[in-house]
């Protein structure tokens, strides 16, 4: 709902001022149901009505296969669906383009940023652990698949049910790894690093950003300062004053609260690049144009995401992460590196 409050004001604002090339933007809703297949025959009743031209930004998780497969069977383009499992396996399906990297792409990224640190060799030995969800499987396997094409030699794999999660033992277990990639559920993580400086073991700790609780900052040993490394697909620095500015003067003069504000921002970023791709397709105006404009957007801006750039063989717009550090003595979070492929 907060989405499509920014939608609705977004397209709005497009009609009021002509509209592009004079046709205006109808904006409809596709309810989310209880479960995957609700939010599909959702999806699919009103494809079927005839009356869908493109889908443009919304929640997917939880539905991105349904989602995937209805709009390659459809033909209709996907501009910006919110999940953090892209469904880019794909190959034949150009119609979904994905804004950010999901938990493999940031999985990767933590990888090739693990690789340049002096301290790791590839002689290392690295440890996977992950807990049994399908986010924390999807990180793992990407971990392991970029760190042996990377020339990792001992890579350790150890997955956990989080009803027995033990963090003190599987520490125990893995104690001499030099580095440890950990995909668990919220809180877990931090069960883990304490029962590590517990154990007299630092090493490197990796983690992604959607998968740690709010409070890991603030509870990190000493010992492990700049050990412990996060992924995020997107800062607060990516915001830029004019990107701001556009979404406040949008908040105003459509009279929307904010609320859910980073899924706000990512539907401004979803419309603002489905309109881009409108102007560039033409006149002359089909979903299979629509595609090939999107193809070609190039380090486009959109003011509130890292720049987004599509391709014949890629759909994830901004393909790489932020990397992060803890300061623990100031129980804070702090860059780390700039941008990762």
């Known amino acids: 709902a907060a989405m499509k409050d920014v939608l609705n004001a977004y397209f709005a604002n497009v009609n009021e001022r002509g509209g592009i090339y004079n046709r205006t933007i ?26 869908v031209f493109a889908m443009v ?20 383009p996907f501009m910006g669906p919110m999940t953090l499992l892209p469904q880019t396996g794909f190959e034949s399906n150009r119609n979904v383009f994905y804004m950010l990297s ?6 990767r990224a933590l990888v090739n ?41 001992s890579v350790t794999k150890r997955s956990y049910v989080s009803k027995s999660f033990d963090a003190a033992a599987i520490a125990g277990d893995l104690k001499g790894a030099e580095a440890v990639f950990f995909f668990g559920v919220s809180g877990e993580e931090r069960a883990f690093v304490n029962a590590a400086a517990a154990a007299n073991w630092t090493p490197d700790v990796f983690l992604l950003g959607a998968l740690t609780g709010r ?11 700049d050990r412990v490394f996060l992924a995020f ?22 009279k929307f609260e904010t609320r859910h504000a980073a899924s706000q921002l990512m ?6 690049i489905f309109t881009e791709a409108l102007k560039r397709a033409g006149r002359d105006l089909s979903r299979e144009k629509l595609v090939i404009a999107l193809e070609g957007l190039y ?9 987004i750039t599509f391709g014949p063989n890629r759909r994830v717009g901004a393909l790489g992460a932020y990397i992060v550090t803890i300061d623990p003595a100031k129980k804070e979070l702090i860059s780390a590196s700039g941008w990762v492929r």
Not at 30 to 51: C, F, H, P, W, Y
Not at 57 to 76: F, M, N, Y
Not at 215 to 225: E, H, I, Q, R, Y
Not at 267 to 272: D, I, N
């Open 26 to 51: 109808e904006l409809q809703t596709i309810e989310t149901g209880s479960d995957a297949a609700a939010t599909v025959a959702n999806a699919r009743k009103l494809v079927e009505s005839g009356q």
């Open 57 to 76: 930004s919304g929640l997917s998780a939880g539905a991105d296969k349904e989602l995937a497969s209805l709009t390659q069977e459809a033909e209709i």
């Open 102 to 107: 999901g938990a493999s792409e940031q999985a």
């Open 113 to 153: 940023f693990a690789s340049g640190r002096p301290e790791l060799k590839k002689s290392s030995r690295l440890a996977i652990v992950h807990s049994e969800n399908q986010l924390a499987i999807a990180a793992a396997a990407a971990i392991e698949d970029e760190a042996r094409k990377l020339g990792w030699k």
């Open 215 to 225: 409070d890991l900052a603030g509870n990190v040993p000493l010992s492990f300062k």
């Open 233 to 254: 697909p997107t800062v607060p620095s990516d915001i830029t004053p004019a990107g701001l500015a556009e979404f406040r003067e949008l908040q105003k003069k459509y």
């Open 267 to 272: 539907a401004l970023a979803a419309a603002k």
């Open 299 to 307: 380090e486009y801006d959109t003011g509130v995401t890292p720049s």
